[in-house]
């Protein structure tokens, strides 16, 4: 795939396999910190456009035709990534002017929660994680500290006993959701876990650490791949079937669920302490990795090859590789990305797929792909950066 304009001099993609090296010498180290730097430089020009055009509003989830539009309000499961992006962006420069848009956010999304908008999700991990906790973390905010934790016993209020999960989408009492959850939702289990930290309550930890034991134990696979979403009995707790939403088939293994699969075991491993996670993320990691191309960027699925790529997937799988601790096979991912998919549009990332089978945003930039491609620039230009999941 050719270079973007402006990429020339990033850092070339190896054809070797992605797996026989796991370590990076002094030269190749050097020309990566040379190129990550550039690209963090690229990446805040393209936020400070953003910023003059959507400030306190958001853009949509993925652009159309390279360019993001302007979403009616904050709805859906990802306005947080865009005051996500704006609180690393003042991680990484601490700059105040980047301080103050990333608190303003604060407001909104308290107010959508006190007005239960939009917030019949597993999804409200997603987006208070990133709009209210950091805020709190960085600023003592105590709106933020508030709307977070109110998410947080919403998000309690989707616990469906005996099965022990907690449910993804739409109303409890929607038979076609009723008992689904989703390989997404290791990565909205921190917010559970964050709410045991300041409020000293056990509860949200223990729920979210059954949670992921479910998904361990069923939507992880045998030969360690991963089904988009699963069932089960609301009723028993039986486990039922795995199932796909937005892969290719139900026993295919879609790219962006895979990668959310190393990086929310590993989260989860980090707060438990339980090693059986740390073992699911490995699990989750070696069958991604066998499964890549030479560049290491996905097919959006990966039981297919020569269709679309999914670069918000290879930028998940990035942050998860990191977090494992295997920063050569993650910054080769990384410098793909920097040389071959890195944007000239309003988005950070081009070449992301959000829903193939239903042909929703195919080939495009995606909110949540910016957030974690400058999530993995942060974690390598800044090793004593602490994030927030």
């Known amino acids: 795939m050719p270079a973007p304009a402006g990429a020339q001099g990033c850092l070339t993609p190896s054809e070797a396999p992605l797996t026989t090296s796991r370590h990076l010498d002094r030269e190749d180290l050097m020309t990566a910190i040379d190129v990550t730097a550039a690209a963090v430089t690229a990446a805040l020009s393209i936020i400070d456009a953003n910023l003059a055009e959507f400030g306190d509003r958001y853009p949509g989830d993925t652009t159309v035709h390279d360019r993001y539009r302007l979403r009616p309000a904050n709805e859906g499961w990802t306005t947080s990534f865009w005051p996500g992006q704006l609180w690393l962006a003042y991680d990484l420069t601490g700059d105040d002017g980047y301080l103050a848009a990333a608190s303003g956010h604060v407001g909104s999304f308290a107010a959508r929660i006190d007005d239960r908008a939009d917030v019949d999700t597993h999804d ?10 950091t805020a709190y ?3 003592g905010d105590p709106e933020a500290k508030r709307a977070a934790l109110a998410a947080a016993d919403h998000l309690m209020s989707r616990v ?3 099965a022990g999960i907690i449910q993804a989408w739409g109303d409890l009492r929607d038979p076609a959701q009723r008992g689904r959850t989703i390989i997404d939702s290791l990565m909205n289990t921190p917010l559970l876990f964050w709410a045991t930290q300041v409020t000293g309550d056990s509860r949200y930890a223990s729920v979210a650490a059954r949670h992921a034991a ?3 134990d069923h939507i992880l ?11 089960w009995d609301p009723a028993t707790g039986e486990p039922l079937r795995g199932e796909t939403e937005q892969g290719h088939a139900d026993d295919s293994c879609w790219a962006r669920g895979q990668a959310w699969g190393v990086y929310g075991f590993v989260l989860n491993h980090r707060h438990t302490g339980d090693p059986s996670f740390l073992a699911a993320a490995r ?8 499964h890549l191309p030479a560049d290491g960027v996905p097919f959006w699925d990966l039981a297919l090859t020569g269709v679309e790529r999914d670069s918000s997937a290879a930028a998940i799988a990035v942050c998860g590789l990191l977090e494992l601790g295997e920063p050569a096979l ?11 998919y890195a944007s000239a549009g309003s988005a950070l990332l081009r070449h992301g797929v959000y829903d193939k089978p239903k042909g ?3 080939d495009e930039g995606t909110l949540w792909g910016d957030y974690f491609y400058l999530e993995a620039l942060t974690r390598v230009t800044r090793p004593d950066w602490i994030h927030p999941w």
């Open 330 to 340: 993650a910054e080769r991912i990384l410098g793909s990305l920097i040389g071959g």
């Open 283 to 290: 699990r989750c990691a070696d069958y991604l990795l066998a």
């Open 360 to 362: 929703v945003g195919v």
């Open 214 to 216: 479910q998904l361990r």
């Open 137 to 139: 973390r960085r600023t």
């Open 221 to 231: 696979r045998p030969d360690g791949s991963t089904y988009h979403t699963f069932y």
């Open 124 to 133: 409200l991990g997603f987006l208070y994680t990133l709009s209210c906790v």
């Open 160 to 162: 469906l006993e005996p």
